[in-house]
């Protein structure tokens, strides 16, 4: 892909759309990162703990207001563009990426924010599945839409916005991390946050000789939604069982693990037993790992990051071979002190805590063994934490 700088993808957009009388006066252009979460998988719809931070990867938008009620969109991540009218936002599969801008300018217009079209181009370097570019792409086109149109800018509610829209527009339910922490992210920290009262806390990550380093799988992922909707639906099961001892309860993120251990005998269903215990465990790693980094004590974090692949493996089963070789490889390295898989699973990518002085030694040997263990090809990338959506200035 080209170079993703100002002027590279000013250029791209004028080949694309058209220069007209404003030239490059008209253009703005916005940016949303992607984001890894460190620990707390499939807690977040939970109502539980996580804790993700947004990365410096992610989607460049650039936006021209258009004033005839049409809505123009291309990427220079694939081939296709679309148009239609900005009044007329409906969902089609034929449509593939296009309906992630879609989904979230027709819930900006259901919570009464109009437009009167726009062009806008998309450009994005976020590596592989499991990083959240679909949160990436729907806050990118909310946070610039809002700011071309004057609207003030709660980032927090354009988060909820964006959820609603994967939600009730894509069809998949989930939780609120990927769009929270893609609007509110801080460079140098991840965000502590209590997905069902959106209290949160920024922590600082000091990696202190250490580096993040996320390892794709590039495996093709098929039935994710289909499997992530049926975890959901399993959670919700467990919670109605637990009723009988917690009538109150609303989401499994409101007990922790002694809790659950005292009353796992009302979960009759043993698939149902072993989805709640891997969130409710999962729930309290999360609040274990950021008081390891608030005492400076990273070798602790990264244990814990291992022990939340392996109930990602075994109880929620949505791991994979390919990435339990990676995380598996990864941990036998020299200098490694966790791994685990992010992201919805079945594929996707694993992130790593790895001593700096280890790095290009631990890419080079986990690739030749994973290329002998599953014949694909692993990417991998050195991260570094960023801020959340922003527009990009001079």
Known sequence: MMKLDKQSLFTAFHESFGITQGGENELRLFFAPGRVNMIGEHTDYNGGY????????????????????????????????????IDHLEYAEEDAWANYPKAILAHLQKHGYKSNGYDLLYAGNIPGSGLSSSASIQLVTAFGVMQAEGHRTDLVQLA?????????????????????????????????LKCDTLEY??????????????????????????????????????????????????????????????????????????????????????????????????????????????????LYEVSCHEL???????????????????????????????AEDQVDACIERVGSIY??????????YVADIGKGVYEESE
């Open 50 to 85: 996580v804790f993700p931070a947004a990365l410096t990867f992610g989607t460049w938008m650039v936006a021209r207001r258009r004033s005839d009620r049409k809505l123009r969109l291309a990427s220079l991540n694939f081939p296709s563009t679309h148009e239609c009218e």
């Open 160 to 192: 909820l916005i964006a959820q609603e829209s994967e939600n009730q527009y894509m069809g998949v339910n989930c939780g609120i991390m990927d769009q929270f922490t893609v609007a509110m992210g801080e460079e140098d920290h991840a965000i502590l």
């Open 201 to 314: 806390e920024r922590v600082p990550l000091r990696l202190n000789g250490y580096k993040i380093l996320i390892a794709n799988t590039n495996k093709s992922r098929g039935l994710v939604d289909s499997a992530y909707n049926e975890r959901r639906a399993q959670c919700e099961q467990a919670v109605e069982s637990l009723k009988a001892s917690f009538p109150e309860l609303t989401v499994l993120g409101e007990l922790n693990a002694e809790q659950l251990k005292a009353n796992l005998h009302l979960i009759t269903d043993s698939t149902v037993r072993k989805r709640a215990a891997h969130v409710i465990e999962e729930n309290d790693r999360v609040v274990a790992s950021v008081q390891a980094l608030k005492r400076n004590d990273l070798h602790h974090f990264g244990q814990l990051m291992s022990a939340s692949h392996a109930s990602l493996r075994d």
């Open 324 to 354: 339990d070789v990676l995380v598996e490889e990864t941990l036998k390295q020299q200098g490694v002190l966790g791994s685990r898989m992010t992201g919805a699973g079945f594929g996707g990518c694993t992130v790593s805590i790895v």
């Open 371 to 380: 290329r002998e263990r599953t014949k694909l090809q692993a990417d991998f």
